[in-house]
């Protein structure tokens, strides 16, 4: 299995703006849809954002649309989010995961996770 490993995480102010990187170690990363997730202390892993094989389809969350951007580039096998006017309540543990084929919103559809990157947003 293919490992993942995420980076890019910080500390931020409010408002502010990181990317993240997800890079895949295992082949074919193109044959496989990418997620990000989002785990803060206390609640549940929630889904961010997701983007095809081919990276001609993404999903969001509703609470991420307008702000987040994820894209992807097969050739380095790394999948980003960008994020932007982060709010202090999108302080979570980010993690990438993959899974073959089609883009899923729930996170047990996922095989392969990364170890996370923390992103902490500041009032």
């Known amino acids: 299995q293919a490992q993942l490993v995420e980076s890019g995480g910080g500390l931020v102010q409010a408002g502010g703006s990181l990317r993240l990187s997800c890079t895949s170690s295992?082949?074919?990363?193109?044959?496989?849809?990418m997620g990000w997730f989002r785990q803060a202390p206390g609640r549940d892993r929630e889904f961010v954002a997701g983007i095809s094989r081919t990276g001609a389809n993404t999903q969001y969350a509703d609470s991420v649309k307008g702000r987040f951007t994820i894209s992807r580039d097969n050739a380095k096998n790394t999948v980003y989010l960008q994020m932007n006017s982060l709010k202090p309540e999108e302080t979570a543990v980010y993690y990438c995961a993959a899974r073959p084929l089609t883009l899923s919103t729930i996170a047990s559809q996922y095989s392969n996770w990364g170890q996370g990157t923390q992103v902490t947003v500041s009032s």
């Open positions: 295992g082949r074919p990363f193109a044959l496989h849809a």
